[in-house]
C-alpha cells in the first residue's frame, strides 16, 4: 500500500491551516485530512490537535466484535478531539471559535470505515473517473437536500463553503460514516476541488507516476488556478 500525505500554503494564504497524515500498524492503517477554520493561528491549531490525536489513539483499542464496533470507536474517537479542542478554545482567548474539518479513513480486516465531518472530502478512484463518497456538511448542500437548491445552482452559491458543523464548535456531531471495500482514495480539503474539476483530478492519478509525483502535481495545478486556499491531500494506492 502506497499512501502520501502532503499539504500546501497556496498562493493566497499567510497560514497553512490545512493538515493531512497517516499511520500504519501492521494490516491496520489510517489517513486523515483536516482543514482548520479560527482567526489568528487557531484553524492551525485545530487540525494539528485533531491530527495529532487520532494518529496516536487509533490503534489504541480492543478486538472489535463487527462493524459497527469499528464505527463507535471511531465515532468515539472523533468525539473525544472535539471536545478537546473545545476545552482548549476555552483556556486561551486567542483560540476562542476555533475548530477543524475531519475525514479520515481507517482500514482493518481489509475493509475501508470512512468518517467526516465538515467539508473535506473522501473520493474513490474507479476506473474511468473519481467518485465522491463524502457528502459536505454545508448549508448550501443541506439546501439540496431538502430541494430548496438545485445540484447546479450549488456548485456556484457564494455561501457554498458554509459548515453546518465542524470539530471544536458543534455538539454533538453527526459523524458521518461508511464501509467500502475500495482501497484506491483520496481525502482532500477544499483547497483541491474547488480549484480543479473531478476530471482534472483524476487525468493526475491515472498517470503513470508514482503516488509521489501525483501528489505533487495535484498541488501544483491547484496553485496554477489560483491557490486561493490551502491544499490537503492523502492519496492511496494499492501496489502494482
Request: charged share 25%.
Given at each position: 500500500m502506497n499512501i502520501v500525505a502532503k499539504t500546501d500554503v497556496g498562493q493566497m494564504r499567510k497560514v497553512n491551516q490545512d493538515r493531512a497524515a497517516y499511520a500504519v500498524n501492521g494490516d491496520e492503517w489510517l489517513a486523515i485530512v483536516c482543514d482548520g477554520m479560527g482567526g489568528h493561528r487557531a484553524g492551525e491549531v485545530a487540525s494539528t490537535m485533531a491530527c495529532d490525536y487520532l494518529t496516536s489513539h487509533i490503534f489504541d483499542h480492543g478486538d472489535f466484535v463487527n462493524?459497527?464496533?469499528?464505527?463507535?470507536?471511531?465515532?468515539?474517537?472523533?468525539?473525544?478531539?472535539?471536545?478537546?479542542?473545545?476545552?482548549?478554545?476555552?483556556?486561551?482567548?486567542?483560540?476562542?471559535?476555533?475548530g477543524t474539518t475531519i475525514v479520515l479513513a481507517y482500514c482493518i480486516n481489509d475493509e475501508v470505515h470512512i468518517s467526516h465531518?465538515?467539508?473535506?472530502?473522501?473520493y474513490a478512484v474507479e476506473d474511468n473517473c473519481i467518485r465522491q463518497l463524502t457528502?459536505?456538511?454545508?448549508?448550501?448542500?443541506?439546501?439540496?437536500?431538502?430541494?430548496?437548491?438545485?445540484?447546479?445552482?450549488?456548485?456556484?452559491?457564494?455561501?457554498?463553503?458554509?459548515?453546518?458543523?465542524?470539530v471544536g464548535v458543534t455538539s454533538p456531531l453527526k459523524v458521518s460514516h461508511m464501509v467500502t471495500k475500495e482501497k484506491h482514495l483520496l481525502l482532500c480539503s477544499d483547497?483541491?476541488?474547488?480549484?480543479?474539476?473531478?476530471?482534472?483530478?483524476?487525468?493526475?492519478?491515472?498517470q503513470d507516476m508514482t503516488t509521489v509525483e501525483k501528489?505533487?502535481?495535484?498541488?501544483?495545478?491547484?496553485?496554477?488556478?489560483?491557490?486561493?486556499?490551502?491544499?490537503?491531500?492523502?492519496?492511496?494506492?494499492?501496489?502494482?
Amino acid at each position: 500500500m502506497n499512501i502520501v500525505a502532503k499539504t500546501d500554503v497556496g498562493q493566497m494564504r499567510k497560514v497553512n491551516q490545512d493538515r493531512a497524515a497517516y499511520a500504519v500498524n501492521g494490516d491496520e492503517w489510517l489517513a486523515i485530512v483536516c482543514d482548520g477554520m479560527g482567526g489568528h493561528r487557531a484553524g492551525e491549531v485545530a487540525s494539528t490537535m485533531a491530527c495529532d490525536y487520532l494518529t496516536s489513539h487509533i490503534f489504541d483499542h480492543g478486538d472489535f466484535v463487527n462493524e459497527e464496533s469499528v464505527k463507535s470507536w471511531l465515532h468515539c474517537l472523533i468525539e473525544n478531539t472535539n471536545q478537546a479542542i473545545k476545552r482548549e478554545s476555552i483556556l486561551n482567548p486567542d483560540f476562542e471559535g476555533m475548530g477543524t474539518t475531519i475525514v479520515l479513513a481507517y482500514c482493518i480486516n481489509d475493509e475501508v470505515h470512512i468518517s467526516h465531518c465538515g467539508d473535506s472530502r473522501a473520493y474513490a478512484v474507479e476506473d474511468n473517473c473519481i467518485r465522491q463518497l463524502t457528502v459536505d456538511d454545508t448549508l448550501v448542500n443541506a439546501l439540496v437536500e431538502n430541494g430548496y437548491l438545485s445540484y447546479e445552482a450549488a456548485q456556484y452559491h457564494p455561501q457554498r463553503n458554509v459548515l453546518v458543523q465542524a470539530v471544536g464548535v458543534t455538539s454533538p456531531l453527526k459523524v458521518s460514516h461508511m464501509v467500502t471495500k475500495e482501497k484506491h482514495l483520496l481525502l482532500c480539503s477544499d483547497g483541491l476541488y474547488n480549484s480543479l474539476t473531478d476530471e482534472d483530478i483524476f487525468k493526475v492519478i491515472n498517470q503513470d507516476m508514482t503516488t509521489v509525483e501525483k501528489v505533487d502535481e495535484l498541488i501544483r495545478l491547484s496553485n496554477e488556478a489560483g491557490g486561493y486556499d490551502n491544499t490537503g491531500i492523502v492519496l492511496v494506492e494499492e501496489e502494482n
